[in-house]
Structure formats: structure tokens, C-alpha cells
């Protein structure tokens, strides 16, 4: 079955600065890959999602971007605020297989003010 | 406004008895929906897929008599956790995404459970 690694577990910025989280999978029938931010005791929050028919996809100060050949797919935060300040998770899934994701260990970020 | 409510929010029951979560699709009409359960700073796993109007598929690793999902409607799957016991105690989310729709996933906000 699909297994996704994500790196690093932690993240310290400075606010302003970029932060990038890096995630691998191992089943090549992956197609969907969403980015969850999660805050404490609350549900994940899609925050951007990319399918693998293109390579990269932005929205404002978050962008993602994706290698298939590689397996690996990477977000990226740009200008970062305190708000941003949670735990991120990245996820694969085949799409049409109705939404089985399998998520990364995640990743808490901190964004010093 | 939420498009899957989930039920209870939190709960603490004793060792020994059953939980009843109960998870709905309020906009759409779901086939399939997903159960994880997350603990404390870990990440989402993965339970089961449940079907509607056939037997749920599991994970490996989890015990289907103990974590029972029945999905009787397109819009509800419910999960009880049968016998808790504290290492039990969890967070519980499910997830359903409507197939007409190019749309997301979409999470139930979850449901804590403690169990004393």
C-alpha cells in the first residue's frame, strides 16, 4: 500500500521568511496530493491540493509543487506570519478512488513574530 | 458552513463500555466514507473505508470487533468503539468526499474520546 514520509517533523522561522515542508510517496497510481493544516484539537484544513497532471500550483503565499518521477511533492510558504504558526500534513490518494488519503507524519511549524 | 457533521464532539465513557460516533454527509449523498484516528501529536491513520450497504474494509492492524462501522444511508456511517479501554482514548475524524462533485475531501470535526 501507498506510504508517505514527510520532513522534517519540526520548523522554526523567522516571521517573513519561506518555509518549505518536503514529502515522498511510494505508490506510483498516486494521483492526488492535498496539504492539511491542522491547529490543536481541531479537523485538518485543506489549505492547497495538486493533482498529478500538472507540476506546480500557487495560491497567494502557498505553493506546491510536484516531481512523479521522483515521488515527491513539496509546499511552500511564502512571507510567513504567526498565523501560519500549526501543524501541516501532507497526504496521497488516487482521486478516483473516492478519497483514501494516506498522510505524512506532519510537520510543526513555528513562525517567530 | 460544515458539508460533514460529525457527532459527538467529545465524549468519556468507562472502561469496558461502547461508544456510538456517528458521522454525516449533510449536502451530499456519500457511497463511502473514511474513519482515522489520530493521538496526541501524530498524524492521521487510517481505520477503515466504510461502504455503504456492505462490510467496511479495514486497515491492517485494526480490529474490526472492536471498531464497528455500519453505513445504512448514503448519508451516515457510524463507528462504535465496542469494550474501550483508556488506550482507546483518541481522536476520531471521519471523511467523505461527494463523487458528483470535483470537489475536496471533506473532514467531520472530529470527536474526543476519553476513556476513564
Known amino acids: 500500500g501507498e506510504n508517505v514520509e514527510q520532513h522534517p517533523s519540526t520548523l522554526s522561522v523567522q516571521e517573513g521568511d519561506s518555509a518549505v515542508i518536503k514529502c515522498t510517496y511510494s505508490?506510483?497510481?498516486?494521483?492526488?496530493f492535498p496539504w492539511y493544516k491542522q491547529e490543536l484539537g481541531k479537523r485538518p484544513q485543506l489549505i492547497i491540493d495538486?493533482?498529478?497532471?500538472?507540476g506546480e500550483k500557487k495560491d497567494q503565499r502557498i505553493a506546491v509543487t510536484l516531481n512523479k518521477t521522483a515521488k515527491h511533492f513539496s509546499l511552500h510558504i511564502t512571507e510567513t506570519q504567526p498565523e501560519d504558526s500549526a501543524v501541516y500534513f501532507c497526504?496521497?490518494?488516487?482521486?478516483?478512488?473516492?478519497?483514501?488519503?494516506?498522510f505524512g507524519q506532519g510537520t510543526e511549524l513555528s513562525v517567530k513574530p | 458552513g460544515a458539508v460533514v457533521s460529525q457527532h459527538p464532539s467529545r465524549v468519556i465513557c468507562k472502561s469496558g463500555t461502547s461508544v456510538k460516533i456517528e458521522c454525516r454527509s449533510l449536502?451530499?449523498?456519500?457511497?463511502?466514507m473514511f474513519w482515522y484516528r489520530q493521538f496526541p501529536k501524530q498524524s492521521l491513520m487510517l481505520m477503515a473505508t466504510?461502504?455503504?450497504?456492505?462490510?467496511?474494509?479495514?486497515e491492517q492492524g485494526v480490529e474490526k470487533d472492536k471498531f464497528l462501522i455500519n453505513h445504512a444511508s448514503l448519508t451516515l456511517s457510524t463507528l462504535t468503539v465496542t469494550s474501550a479501554h483508556p488506550e482507546d482514548s483518541s481522536f476520531y475524524i471521519c471523511?467523505?468526499?461527494?463523487?458528483?462533485?470535483?470537489?475536496?475531501?471533506?473532514f467531520g470535526n472530529g470527536t474526543r474520546l476519553t476513556v476513564t
Open positions: 466504510s461502504n455503504e450497504g456492505s462490510k467496511a474494509t479495514y
Open positions: 495538486i493533482r498529478s497532471n500538472v
Open positions: 449536502d451530499f449523498q456519500a457511497t463511502t
Open positions: 471523511s467523505a468526499r461527494d463523487p458528483g462533485a470535483n470537489s475536496p475531501l471533506h
Open positions: 497526504a496521497a490518494a488516487i482521486y478516483n478512488q473516492g478519497g483514501k488519503l494516506i
Open positions: 505508490d506510483s497510481a498516486s494521483n492526488y
